[in-house]
Antibody, heavy 122, light 112 residues
Framework: EVQLVESGGDLVQPGGSLTVSCAAS????????MSWVRQAPGKGLEWVGRIKSKSKGGTTEYAAPVKDRFTISRDDSKNTLSLQMNSLKAEDTALYYC?????????????WGQGALVTVSS | DVVMTQSPLSLPVTLGQPASISCRSGQSLLYSDGNTYLSWFHQRPGQSPRRLIYQVSNRDSGVPDRFSGSGSGTDFTLKISRVEAEDVGLYYCMQGSHWPITFGQGTRLAIK
């Protein structure tokens, strides 16, 4: 059974930094492409970015609102995905979902975690 | 960015009756490999989203066959043949044919 468990959500001040993590199990993490999707309170879903498997280069892609502030990384030895967030703004307040992308297309979130809540406020 | 427009945004339905949600994209979602990367997700209150449909019309494992997806190009539809109580919540379409990935604004299905 695929399991994705996020952790690290917290209250952080504007301009601050935070890292949320995702522990993955039930599938070959090293072969998987992974992504982060966020949902602001009472709002819809927003793509944050994705990371390819190391065998496909391990490169990352980001949505414009977070580019140059957020960094996605992976530790295949620990089956862990991370999202480092810098220069946080109030509009980054959201539930951050870790997702496993479909092997067939590498873009569609096939499995989702329960989310980590990040609140940016003074 | 490709804008995904869903309608209606609110959908009250009587139990046992059919329901239909439309999703229109700002440009064709037919990708150069011949596939169309349009998916549908369902999010029950307080839960994470769950994928229902991928590549327009393929149901995910465990998804009841009362759910079906159709469409091509820029116009897509999710249909529920007979709504059940567990179908309440938000429904989102998502396109993966163009970067960045974008979602529709969501349709809230409620029981009348």
């Amino acid at each position: 059974e695929v399991q994705l468990v996020e952790s690290g959500g917290d209250l952080v001040q504007p301009g601050g930094s935070l890292t949320v993590s995702c522990a993955a199990s039930g599938f070959s993490f090293s072969d998987a492409w992974m992504s982060w999707v966020r949902q602001a309170p009472g709002k819809g879903l927003e793509w944050v970015g994705r990371i390819k498997s190391k065998s496909k280069g391990g490169t990352t892609e980001y949505a414009a609102p977070v580019k140059d502030r957020f960094t996605i990384s992976r530790d295949d030895s620990k089956n862990t995905l991370s999202l480092q967030m810098n220069s946080l703004k109030a509009e980054d307040t959201a539930l951050y979902y870790c997702t496993k992308l479909d092997f067939g297309d590498y873009v569609t979130p096939q499995f989702w975690g329960q989310g980590a809540l990040v609140t940016v406020s003074s | 960015d490709v804008v995904m427009t869903q309608s209606p945004l609110s959908l009250p339905v009587t139990l046992g009756q059919p329901a239909s949600i439309s999703c229109r994209s700002g440009q064709s979602l037919l990708y150069s490999d011949g596939n169309t990367y349009l998916s549908w997700f369902h999010q029950r209150p307080g839960q994470s989203p769950r994928r229902l449909i991928y590549q327009v019309s393929n149901r995910d494992s465990g998804v009841p066959d009362r759910f079906s997806g159709s469409g091509s190009g820029t116009d897509f539809t999710l249909k529920i043949s007979r709504v059940e109580a567990e179908d309440v919540g938000l429904y989102y379409c998502m396109q993966g044919s163009h970067w960045p990935i974008t979602f529709g604004q969501g349709t809230r299905l409620a029981i009348k």
